[in-house]
T-cell receptor, first 115, second 117 residues
Framework: AQTVTQSQPEMSVQEAETVTLSCTYD???????LFWYKQPPSRQMILVIR??????QNATENRFSVNFQKAAKSFSLKISDSQLGDTAMYFC????????????FGKGTKLSVKP | DVKVTQSSRYLVKRTGEKVFLECVQD?????MFWYRQDPGLGLRLIYF???????EKGDIPEGYSVSREKKERFSLILESASTNQTSMYLC????????????????FGPGTRLTVL
């Protein structure tokens, strides 16, 4: 069975510093996609960043970047220059190419950015 | 921008009531999903639909049913609400074809916080 594990239930970081959220997954598929979603206290879940498994280059979106280690099945999210608005639940998610779009989610990491 | 709306942000019902949660998306997405979110458990898939009138069970379908009569609307039904169904319910939609940058990305509604007394 495919699983996604986020080993850090809660984390905190000082404003302007860098923080890394961990995610590991388990699959035997070769064609798959990985996502990080953010859910602020207002509850609207939004996509932060996505990574296609066939791409070797790590995805980057402004202050957000990933460290995708395919062999280790690791997909960590790095947030640089943390801002108060980054305070949220972060969910790692996985889907494979033939899955009809079903996402498998980790249990989430609650990130608090402190002033 | 994709917009996914849910009929209520907060809902309070009594045990045994029939409850309808409605979800509407405006981007012509084929796939729609219902999740429940509980602290420490993440998101768990209840049902999903990949076409009108089609439905598939997710990981926790017991006590729930769904209806998709139109492409843009996906309803979650609690036939007889119970206290253990008190939760946050999230609806999502996605485009399943590998022809654009949002392939397999799920777009979420704001959620419905359901309390069953």
């Amino acid at each position: 069975a495919q699983t996604v594990t986020q080993s850090q239930p809660e984390m905190s970081v000082q404003e302007a510093e860098t923080v890394t959220l961990s995610c590991t997954y388990d699959t035997s598929e070769n064609n798959y996609y990985l996502f990080w979603y953010k859910q602020p206290p207002s509850r609207q879940m939004i996509l932060v960043i996505r990574q296609e498994a066939y791409k070797q280059q790590n995805a980057t979106e402004n202050r957000f970047s990933v460290n995708f280690q395919k062999a280790a099945k690791s997909f960590s999210l790095k947030i640089s220059d943390s801002q108060l608005g980054d305070t949220a639940m972060y969910f790692c998610a996985f889907t494979h190419g033939g899955s009809q779009g079903n996402l498998i989610f980790g249990k989430g990491t609650k990130l608090s950015v402190k002033p | 921008d994709v917009k996914v709306t849910q009929s209520s942000r907060y809902l309070v019902k009594r045990t045994g009531e029939k409850v309808f949660l409605e979800c509407v998306q405006d981007m012509d997405h084929e796939n729609m999903f219902w999740y429940r979110q509980d602290p420490g458990l993440g998101l768990r898939l209840i049902y999903f639909s990949y076409d009108v009138k089609m439905k598939e069970k997710g990981d926790i379908p017991e006590g729930y049913s769904v209806s998709r009569e139109k492409k843009e609307r996906f309803s979650l039904i609690l036939e007889s609400a119970s206290t253990n169904q008190t939760s946050m319910y999230l609806c999502a939609s996605s485009f399943p074809y590998q022809t654009g940058p949002t392939y397999n990305e799920q777009f979420f509604g704001p959620g419905t916080r359901l309390t069953v007394l």
